[in-house]
C-alpha cells in the first residue's frame, strides 16, 4: 500500500491552543512495539542492503512499485526493498507488501531514466514476472488506491493468495469472518479460476459471518443467515468423474488438523504415494458453489490431493503454490520474526563490550541508578493516579543532571 502520513496531521498544527491527547507510557511502549513486531514480519525476511535482482525469481518478497518513474500510463513494473531505500528513496512509492515469484525491475527497460545504484546489469524486460493494478495504486474489484480519501466506510483490506490483489472485505461476496478466525482468502475470480477449490471449501473452508447484498456499496450489510432452500442449492462439479464413497475412516483422516506447524516447512510434495484421490471422494459428495469468496484456515493446503492427476491439474491452472505451505505469507512474516529476532542486539550490551572495565563499571552504576529513580519517580503518578505529562519527564531529566553534575562536582575534592 501507499505510504501516506498519520491521518490528521497537518502542518503546523502544533498550536499552542490545540489540546494534546493524553495518552501513558504503556500504551506508547506496547503500540511502539506492535509496530516494530508488524516491520519485522514484513521486512524480516528480505534483505535491505542487496538487491534480491541476483537471486533470481524470490519465492516471495516485499516489493514496492514506483509512482514516481512508472507513472499510469507506463509499462508496470517492481522493485525490491533494498532499491526502494537507495534508489527510489525520495520517490512516491506503493507499499505492495509482498509477492511471490518476482524478480526486481529497477533499472531494467522499464525505467528511461534510472539505472539500478545496487545492480546497473540487468535483462531489460524480468518476462517471468506477474503485474497487476496493485503497480499503480489500485486495489480490489473497485479499482480505488488505498487510502481512499474518497473511502468513508472503514473496511479491512484482504489479499487473494492465488492473484494477490487485495480486496475490501465488502467486495467479496460475502462478509468475512473474524480476522483471527482464517489465515487465507481466495477471491470470487480465483474461485471461478479454481473451481475444484468448492468441493475442498466445504470440508476445510471457515464459514463467513453472514451474506452480503445490493446495499453492500452504501455500506450496509444486513446479518442474514442462510435459510433451508440456499442450503439445499446443491451442486456437483460439472464434467468430473465421480466415484462411489470409500470409507468414512479416509475422511475422518482427511480432516484431522495438521501437525506441521512447526517453524520449518515441509518439502513440497512432488510424487504421491496415496492410493486414491482426495479430490474425486469429495467431488462424490455434495457441495454448495457460490458466487462468493472463500474463507480458509492455517495448515489447510496440506490437505490438498496431491496425486499425479490433481498435480497436473494444478500445473495447467498454474496453480502449483498452493501445495506449498512455505508459499504462506504467515510461513514468511514466520521466517522474517524469527530472522529478526536472532539478529537484534541490545545496544547497552554492544556499548559495554567497546570499553575497558572502569568505563563499565561507571555506565552500568549511572543505569542503576537512572532505573532506581525514574522508577521511584514515575510509582508517586501511579500511587496518585495522576498522569504523566511530557513537562514531568523533561523536569525529571533536568534534576537528574543536576544531582549528577553535583555528585561529579563533590568526587572531585577527594581526587588525589
Request: glycine letters at 6%.
Amino acid at each position: 500500500m501507499e505510504a501516506a502520513a498519520p491521518e490528521g496531521a497537518e502542518p503546523g498544527s502544533g498550536g499552542s491552543g490545540a489540546e494534546e491527547p493524553v495518552v501513558s507510557l504503556a500504551e506508547v511502549l506496547a503500540e511502539n512495539e506492535e509496530l516494530e513486531k508488524e516491520a519485522r514480519a514484513v521486512l524480516g525476511g528480505s534483505d535491505h542492503e542487496r538487491c534480491s535482482y541476483s537471486q533470481g525469481a524470490v519465492k516471495r518478497q516485499a516489493l514496492y512499485a514506483c509512482s514516481t518513474c512508472t507513472p499510469p500510463g507506463a509499462e508496470p513494473a517492481g522493485i525490491c526493498l533494498a532499491c526502494s531505500y537507495e534508489c527510489h528513496g525520495t520517490h512516491r512509492l506503493f507499499e505492495l507488501y509482498t509477492k511471490r515469484n518476482f524478480r526486481c525491475d529497477c533499472g531494467n527497460s522499464k525505467f528511461k531514466n534510472l539505472q539500478c545504484k545496487l545492480l546497473p546489469e540487468k535483462v531489460k524486460v524480468n518476462s517471468g514476472n506477474k503485474y497487476n493494478d496493485n503497480f499503480y495504486g489500485l486495489y480490489c474489484t473497485c479499482k480505488r488506491p488505498y487510502p481512499d480519501p474518497e473511502d468513508e466506510i472503514p473496511d479491512e483490506m484482504i489479499q487473494c493468495i492465488v492473484c494477490e490483489d487485495w480486496f475490501h472485505g465488502r467486495h467479496l461476496g460475502a462478509v468475512p469472518p473474524e480476522s483471527g478466525d482464517f489465515h487465507e482468502m481466495v477471491c470470487q475470480a480465483c474461485m471461478k479460476h479454481c473451481h475444484f477449490l468448492w468441493a475442498y471449501a466445504s470440508q476445510l473452508a471457515v464459514p463467513p459471518l453472514t451474506k452480503a447484498n445490493s446495499l453492500e456499496d452504501e455500506g450496509i450489510v444486513l446479518k442474514v443467515e442462510e435459510n433451508e432452500e440456499q442450503k439445499k442449492d446443491i451442486k456437483k462439479e460439472s464434467g468430473m468423474e465421480h466415484h462411489d464413497t470409500k470409507e468414512e475412516k479416509q475422511l475422518e483422516q482427511f480432516n484431522e488438523p495438521s501437525t506441521s506447524s512447526g517453524p520449518a516447512c515441509p518439502e513440497v510434495v512432488t510424487k504421491s504415494e496415496e492410493p486414491v484421490c482426495k479430490l474425486k471422494e469429495l467431488q462424490s459428495k455434495p457441495f454448495v458453489k457460490k458466487d462468493t469468496a472463500t474463507f480458509w484456515p492455517s495448515n489447510w493446503r496440506s490437505k490438498l490431493c496431491t496425486c499425479e492427476d490433481c498435480l497436473k491439474m494444478y500445473s495447467e491452472l498454474e496453480v502449483q503454490f498452493l501445495t506449498d505451505e512455505c508459499d504462506t505469507v504467515l510461513a514468511y512474516e514466520n521466517k522474517g520474526t524469527s530472522d529478526q529476532e536472532t539478529e537484534r542486539r541490545d545496544p547497552l550490551m554492544d556499548t559495554l563490550n567497546s570499553m575497558n572495565r572502569v568505563q563499565q563499571v561507571e555506565l552500568i552504576c549511572e543505569y542503576n541508578d537512572l532505573k532506581t529513580e525514574l522508577t521511584d519517580y514515575l510509582r508517586r503518578f501511579a500511587d496518585e493516579g495522576t498522569v504523566v505529562k511530557r513537562e514531568d519527564i523533561q523536569h525529571f531529566f533536568e534534576e537528574f543532571q543536576s544531582r549528577k553534575r553535583r555528585r561529579t562536582n563533590r568526587m572531585q575534592y577527594y581526587c588525589s
